[in-house]
């Protein structure tokens, strides 16, 4: 690469040269003196005065000179010289300044001799007599008609000798500048193609052309786009102050020299340092501390006594067994416990009843209800596509039902991940077994469907890395990570493995119904009828791709196939049971997509694992997409994050606060660990527990640690007002399922039976698109069945949701809010449902015709799960007098003014704080 | 820049429930302490604030550009012709000229022509992704690619509201736009900085309309406090406890407020005339912007009007024709100027920023030379600003002879939304929350304020 070099004095030679030229003015003597080579005279010339446009890369409009040849050819204006004929050629004109429109070059005049030494060419016939490259240097002599030799470019030159002051200059002003305004972007993966890094890479240029022309801001687009009056302004968030400006021209002017020693860019491979990070290495089994003290319960309370030690915390007394039951049951199962169950605690005073307790809510149905709930709020679980027409999935129940039944049936994680992450590839004993391995794979199906292909499988890589690893992975889409180290290439070797496996499509814009769901009877395809169908279904789908590809407005036949297509699914025969699921395509290594953006691809990125996890690229012998060779090496116990996110997880299911309090990301800007010593403790424990969550669940239940009650301590608060290290038992607000549970299951009113698909409309009727989305509003399939069952539409929360803190339904969720706002106060003072609950409490207890003193005990034990105090009992009796007394007086209560004043002190008990916390 | 009436009012109020037994006087303290730990309540700008709260009035579907704020003489002259590979499309409508400026402004909208001395419009707005959904998660969010906290919740999360008894950012839609409620959705921010979405007709926010007796609800306020209050005796005056204690006095006060606000029926007639409504009037976007008003004047800190949703017959996505827009403009029209003429003679312009936007512009040509209506067009479009220290009168940029491309001084979304901020007292740069690990903020990592179009 050959370059124009000069200083600053060339410029003024430039302007020196003022007088207008005319093709009839006599040239100077010089210039006729001399053979006018194309190689000798005329490519010195073009090198000094055409860089950076027209030379050395550019090619502004259409215009290349960088070689005879190229000149010849012209550009977008046509030929450039016209042979014998300097006045006729544009190349002539135009730095003659003698044509309107064109002046080259456009910044000013070029000097006289130069000019002559162009007309002169032209007018003997425009020539090559050397080579059609120019590949030496120009003569000194020659360069010397507008520079001084020194200062001209030679081949392939390094940086040019750099003065200290120029080193000095460049350290100060100009690397520190390039790296805050351009670095976010202008390294790896390069935006715009535009490396600026290296002296190297500068000089390379991006996909605009060169940027810098050494010697020469004035034709430098660098200089154009930081001063901000082009098409092209950087950086983008303003332009920046002047005398930056001023330095980054000078450092031009100067040759744009370049320290030798200059520090590499960050690349793509992982360094030793790097890999320093806590999280990144593979946890030993810590020693437990020795220690001796009779609050020990077992081997996590050493931990957190340890520590409580260590900053110098006491921790408080035991919770009372009323607390204590209370906070198990919603711990476990999410709901409250029952009068009953709570009697039969506290009526058991056996050794280990406590134990026994634990395992009756382990065993129980609600516990997978609740921790399959947890685990879908990570996986960002719905029942529709987030797609522009938020097409409804009829199937994705069936995930959400294998979730939970997995957590019930306390499913190995190690197993749980693979199932999920590669299900259809596992071996499997049965038929029903295969079936549940491949529902499972549902996790990766149900990636939100916005932005097209690249924007699903970017969706999986991204909640890949949050959900399993605690790795904020997605920040690696667009460059490499800034944090962490996960190089781009990373992320795209992953992005490989998903864009190597066949992702089922729940309806769009130009196909409004199901194509790729996987089917129970993979023989189904061999089917006459299938053949059949398919056959009369792929005319109709051609013809909507062909209109929908013409220009302007479809309306009026779109309509018109849909119309076709709805009425051959009115006719569709049963082809069975079918998942939305994926299976393994055809396997390819994805490339880079420079910025993010999937058309600007870049190198490819062999399919593999993150690097700083110990993974690499796929063993050689992979034959599919590598999905189960992911799912073995998440899966695998010498993973360094998955044991530890998930027991992370665990642990902030029952303390509130996980041991790292950011359980998606045990990255760099993630919380520190407040106890690493317990967290590898309880990951060590998980494994060799054969991946038994629920053995891990009983461990951290029966410690001491768990037990303590929510009481505060000014002198603990003043250390740790968080209560990072557990010296207390951290209150919480009850969160939106347990809130709409516990109401149902405090009124009666909670619908046991098992889940069914949701009433979505049968596919035969579907005609969704952007303008004509499946449920603008959020679709009421409400039941009374637990709130885990509901309905989930991705791109509309439910009112209820937002009003409670509900999970974020296009991201993985890792801890939901607990807001206290007055919209929520208002809807337990005038929403229908907690009303509706108060009622149906109200009729059950009214009607066994007890005293209402009796009444009003049932109430407390039922929602409060204890008796009320003397003061209560006659507040709540003198409430339910003075209620029922107005109700008469309003005369318009249904069924008695009595029973209507239940109702009301039952709401009442509803919306109070000691309902909403747990202790 | 709190008014200081209201928090007077509210002690009153306060004292007022208390001796209505709705509150129990030993509650008072605690009560008026923990107002420090409402998340919602009113914050210092960083810096001295030109504007208080901003009216966001969103065209839903594209508005073009070119029928609209952006004359183009030779696409008129040029109808028909082919330029690159398109066929070009005259507008319908003609043009006037309005103001002192003498800017020009389509038939379709002579009302808000005449508030042109007032108006800064901006013809060199662009954005990135010609398509509804993101763009609208772009002029929301300020990211085409994800979801984010949209521009009302990032003003919510800043400043706070000004009104103890209205959210501090609510939404007037009769419909959802085509990205749903990720329009005004709090997504990683706290979820009451989410915009609370009024449906024109029904009832305004979610169960404030008082359901029994009004007697019978204070016993029962009554006895919720009774069984609150000895809660958190036992519960060492716990703060979170008190804050939910709270949430029902400062719901009283919503229940109570809210109807009056939504409820234009004591208004003037001169007031009435101006947006063109009539006493009884219950929807519409003449009384979404006078309710607009009514929730600006009353403290609320970001309204967002949204006009039109995801029908494309009744939205501004004029697909089909581009004369569609014809009856939306004419509904428009007047109670747009209407607000803003009416917040002038209420001294409310001053600090109140109103805004015009849509999600894009429409494209002046067509593959098509039949085609009558205009497809999406990012690349250039027209947007306006009113009120909150933004230069009345002013146009800043312009677009190609035609209206294709940006011709000067480009605003990016980013730099609209910087530029707004700015005038809110908040700086983008700074205004960040933490989430997954890094500082998000509305603009992303780019925006600029331009300064040319603020005084």
């Known amino acids: 690469m050959t370059f124009a070099m000069r200083s600053r004095f060339t410029r003024s030679v430039h302007f020196a040269a003022g007088a207008v030229a005319l093709w009839t003015v006599a040239l100077p003597s010089r210039a006729q003196d001399t053979p006018s080579t194309y190689e000798e005279r005329v490519r010195p010339v073009l090198l000094r005065n055409c860089s950076g446009c027209h030379v050395s890369g550019g090619h502004a409009g259409g215009l290349k000179m960088d070689t005879y040849a190229e000149i010849r050819k012209g550009g977008g204006r046509g030929p450039t010289v016209v042979p014998g004929d300097p006045a006729a050629s544009l190349l002539s004109k135009a730095i003659h300044y003698g044509d309107d429109v064109l002046k080259m070059p456009p910044r000013g005049k070029i000097a006289d001799a130069d000019i002559a030494v162009i007309d002169k060419w032209i007018a003997e016939g425009a020539v090559a007599t050397g080579p059609a490259t120019v590949t030496s240097a120009p003569k000194a002599e020659e360069a010397a008609v507008a520079a001084p030799a020194a200062e001209v470019a030679a081949k392939m030159e390094p940086a040019p000798q750099s003065t200290a002051d120029q080193e000095k200059f460049f350290e100060t002003r100009i690397r520190p500048l390039f790296a805050k305004n351009c670095y976010a972007c202008h390294t790896s993966p390069p935006s715009a193609g535009l490396r600026l890094d290296s002296r190297e890479a500068v000089m390379k240029g991006g996909k605009d052309g060169a940027v810098v022309v050494p010697g020469h801001p004035e034709s430098s687009l660098l200089v154009t786009v930081l001063k901000y009056n082009g098409k092209i302004q950087m950086p983008p968030r303003g332009p920046l102050e002047n005398d930056d400006v001023a330095a980054v021209e000078q450092w031009i002017r100067d040759g744009a020299p370049w320290p030798k020693n200059a520090p590499v860019s960050p690349t793509s491979r992982v360094t030793p340092e790097q890999r320093g990070f806590w999280s990144f290495h593979a946890p030993s089994r810590p020693v437990v501390p020795d220690l001796k003290s009779a609050w020990v319960s077992n081997d996590i309370d050493r931990f957190v006594l340890a520590k409580l030690q260590e900053k110098h915390l006491k921790p408080v007394a035991d919770a009372d067994k009323r607390t204590l039951i209370r906070r198990v049951t919603y711990d476990l199962t999410g709901l409250p416990p029952t009068p009953a169950e709570i009697k039969d605690f506290l009526d058991d005073s056996s050794a280990g009843q406590y134990e026994k307790m634990i395992d009756r809510l382990l065993a129980s149905k609600a516990y997978g209800e609740r921790w399959g709930r947890k685990w879908l709020d990570v996986v960002r679980y719905a029942d529709t596509d987030g797609g522009s027409g938020d097409f409804p999935i009829p199937q994705a129940y069936k995930y959400r039902d294998y979730v939970i039944r997995s957590f019930n049936e306390d499913k190995p994680y190690d197993r749980f991940i693979r199932e999920q992450l590669a299900g259809d590839l596992l071996p499997s004993k049965s038929e029903p077994e295969r079936w549940q391995n491949i529902v499972a794979t549902g996790y990766l199906a149900s990636a939100v469907r916005a932005d097209g292909k690249p924007g699903y499988l970017s969706d999986t890589v991204d909640n890949l890395g949050s959900a399993f690893l605690g790795v904020t992975v997605g920040c690696a889409r667009c460059h490499d990570h800034k944090f962490d180290p996960v190089p781009t290439n990373d992320y795209y070797a992953l992005y490989g493995i998903f864009a190597s496996t066949r992702f089922p499509d729940s309806g769009v814009d130009g196909a409004r119904y199901q194509r790729g769901f996987v089917f129970r009877d993979p023989e189904v395809v061999n089917r006459e009828e299938y053949k059949t169908f398919q056959a009369q279904l792929k005319p109709i789908q051609r013809a909507t791709e062909a209109v929908m590809g013409l220009p302007g407005t479809y309306d009026d036949l779109v309509p018109q196939l849909q119309a076709r297509r709805m009425h051959l699914y009115e006719h569709k025969p049963d082809f069975g049971e079918t998942a939305y699921a994926v299976v393994d395509d055809t396997p390819q290594d994805a490339r880079v997509h420079r910025y993010g953006d999937p058309r600007e691809l870049g190198d490819e990125a062999p399919r593999g694992f993150l690097q700083v996890l110990g993974g690499g690229p796929l063993p050689a012998d992979t034959k599919g997409s590598g999905r189960l060779e992911l799912a073995n090496w998440i899966a695998s116990k010498d993973n360094p994050l998955t044991a530890r996110v998930i027991v992370n997880r665990i642990w902030q299911g029952h303390f509130a606060r996980g041991i790292v309090s950011t359980p998606n990301d045990f990255g760099s800007r993630g919380a520190a660990p407040s106890n690493q010593a317990l967290l590898d403790y309880l990951a060590w424990k998980l494994v060799d527990g054969g991946w038994s969550i629920k053995s891990l669940h009983k461990e951290i239940l029966l410690s001491h640690a768990y037990r303590l009650s929510s009481a505060g301590s000014a002198a603990n608060e003043d250390v740790d007002p968080e209560n990072a290290f557990i010296w207390r038992h951290s209150r919480v607000r009850l969160d939106s399922e347990q809130i709409r549970d516990s109401l149902l299951a405090d009124s009666q009113l909670l619908d046991r039976t098992p889940a069914k698909a949701h009433p979505f409309p049968p596919e035969s009727v579907w005609n969704y698109e952007q303008q004509n989305m499946f449920s603008p509003n959020h679709a009421d399939y409400e039941t009374d069945r637990r709130t885990v069952y509901q309905m989930v539409q991705r791109t509309v929360r439910s009112q209820y949701f937002t009003l409670f803190d509900g999970p974020n339904i296009n991201m993985s969720t890792d801890q939901r809010g607990a807001s206290l706002t007055p919209l929520q106060a208002l809807y337990f003072m005038n929403a229908p449902f907690p009303r509706r609950c108060a009622t149906n409490l109200a009729s059950i207890l009214t009607s066994k015709e007890a005293p209402e003193k009796d009444m009003v005990q049932q109430a407390f034990l039922t929602i409060y799960g204890r008796p009320s105090s003397q003061a209560e009992m006659d507040r709540s009796l003198g409430f339910l007098h003075s209620a029922a007394d107005s109700y008469a007086t309003h005369g318009a209560a249904e069924p008695s003014p009595k029973q209507k004043a239940f109702e009301d002190f039952l709401k009442a008990l509803f919306a109070s704080n000691e309902f909403m916390f747990i202790e | ?455």
């Open chain 2, 1 to 455: 820049m709190l008014n200081p009436n209201i928090g007077t009012s509210r002690r009153t109020v306060i004292r007022s429930l208390a001796s209505a037994s709705m509150l129990l006087p030993g509650l008072l303290h605690e009560l008026m302490a923990s107002e420090a730990s409402d998340p919602l309540a009113p914050k210092s700008p960083m810096f001295p604030a030109k504007a208080k709260r901003v009216i966001f009035l969103y065209m839903s579907g594209g508005v073009s550009q070119v029928d609209t704020f952006d004359p183009k003489p030779k696409l008129t002259a040029d109808h028909h012709k082919r330029y690159k590979k398109d066929f070009l499309h005259a507008s319908p409508w003609g043009f006037k000229k309005y103001g002192q400026a003498g800017t020009e402004v389509t038939d379709l909208f002579p009302h808000i022509g005449s508030m042109m001395d007032d108006i800064c419009l901006i013809r060199s707005m662009h954005n990135d992704i010609p398509n509804h959904e993101q763009a609208i998660m772009q002029v929301h969010g300020g990211s085409a690619v994800q979801p984010r906290p949209s521009i009302g919740s990032w003003v919510s999360y800043g400043l706070g509201t000004m009104s103890k008894d209205l959210p501090s950012y609510v939404v007037l839609a009769p419909e959802v736009p085509y990205a749903g409620g990720a329009a005004w959705d709090s997504n990683f921010l706290p979820a009451f900085h989410q915009g609370v979405r009024v449906i024109p007709g029904q009832e305004a926010i979610p169960n404030m309309t008082r359901a029994g007796y009004a007697d019978i609800q204070n016993m029962d306020l009554g006895l919720i406090n009774f069984f609150n209050k000895r809660h958190l005796e036992q519960h060492d005056a716990d703060r979170t406890l008190a804050t939910r204690i709270k949430t029902f006095e400062t719901a009283y006060g919503m229940q109570r407020e809210a109807p009056e606000v939504f409820d234009i029926s004591k208004e003037s007639d001169a007031t009435l005339n101006m947006y063109g409504v009539d006493r009884n009037t219950k929807k519409g976007i003449g009384w979404m912007c006078l309710v607009a008003r009514r929730l600006a004047e009353r403290g609320v800190r970001f309204v967002e009007v949204i006009d039109g949703g995801y029908d494309k017959y009744t939205n501004w996505d004029a697909h089909l024709n581009i004369r569609m827009h014809e009856p939306l403009a004419r509904k428009s029209d007047l109670p747009v100027a209407g607000l803003i003429k009416d917040l002038k003679s209420r001294g409310m312009l001053e600090d109140t920023v109103v805004v015009w936007t849509s999600e894009f512009g429409r494209k002046p040509g067509d593959g098509s030379p039949d085609e009558e209506g205009r497809t999406h067009w990012s690349t250039a479009y027209s947007s306006w600003v009113a009120g909150g220290g933004f230069k009345g009168g002013m146009v800043y940029g312009s677009t190609d002879e035609y209206g294709y491309t940006v011709a000067s001084n480009p605003v990016h979304i980013h730099d609209f939304q910087a530029t707004l901020l700015n005038q809110m007292g908040l700086d983008h740069t700074k205004l960040t929350f933490r989430h997954t690990g890094r500082d998000f903020r509305l603009t992303d990592v780019s925006g600029r304020v331009i300064k040319e179009l603020v005084s």
